[in-house]
């Protein structure tokens, strides 16, 4: 774990919710009551992060896989939206840098691709180490749900 600086503590969900633009429910990554996808619009002055969706069901079980076990890892690049059309890592991945501090986890960088080779210029968030865990426990429970054993 790293020295820990002062960040502002935000509050990160997932959840299934009905989004503009998808025509059945989707699950959804919420910071601070907002959908990750609009904080990155807001933060970039963009909409180029409309239509990407956490990756949960991904058509290549290896990159479920994957991503699944990136979850439980810190100081590590993982992936957090995808496109919805391919539901894979061949098109739009948004990728963030997840660092344990003392007394929270940071998503410090935020790129495009796997290995975020293209920046995405936002702020990072930090969150409150227990909402962080209880996250990635949800998180992982969706994607196990629908995991074929």
Same mark, same amino acid.
Request: glycine share 4%.
């Given at each position: 774990?790293? /020295?820990?600086? /002062?960040?502002? !503590?935000?509050?990160?969900?997932?959840? !299934?919710?009905? @989004?503009?633009?998808? %025509? #059945?429910? %989707?699950?959804?990554?919420?910071? #601070?009551?907002?959908? !990750?996808?609009?904080?990155?619009? $807001?933060? +970039?002055?963009?909409?180029?992060?409309?239509?990407?969706?956490?990756?949960?069901?991904?058509?290549?079980?290896?990159? %479920? $896989?994957?991503v699944? *076990? &990136? &979850?439980?890892? +810190?100081?590590?690049?993982?992936?957090? !939206? @995808? =496109?919805?059309?391919?539901?894979?890592?061949? =098109?739009?991945?948004?990728?963030?840098?997840? @660092?344990? *501090?003392k007394d =929270?986890?940071?998503?410090?960088?935020?790129?495009?691709?796997?290995?975020?080779?293209?920046?995405?210029?936002?702020?990072?968030?930090?969150?409150?180490?227990? #909402?962080? /865990?209880?996250?990635?426990e #949800?998180? /992982?429970?969706?994607?196990?749900?629908?995991?074929? *054993?």
């Open positions: 774990m790293g /020295k820990s600086k /002062k960040y502002i !503590l935000s509050k990160i969900d997932i959840r !299934l919710d009905h @989004v503009h633009g998808f %025509q #059945n429910p %989707q699950n959804m990554i919420y910071i #601070n009551e907002i959908t !990750l996808i609009d904080y990155l619009n $807001q933060n +970039t002055d963009s909409d180029s992060f409309n239509l990407l969706v956490p990756p949960i069901g991904l058509y290549d079980a290896s990159d %479920q $896989q994957k699944f *076990e &990136l &979850l439980d890892y +810190t100081n590590i690049v993982i992936p957090i !939206l @995808v =496109c919805s059309d391919d539901m894979d890592f061949s =098109c739009t991945v948004v990728s963030t840098s997840v @660092v344990e *501090e =929270c986890f940071v998503w410090k960088s935020f790129g495009y691709y796997m290995d975020m080779s293209k920046p995405i210029h936002v702020l990072p968030i930090a969150f409150e180490k227990y #909402n962080y /865990k209880k996250f990635v #949800n998180f /992982k429970g969706l994607i196990a749900s629908g995991m074929i *054993e």
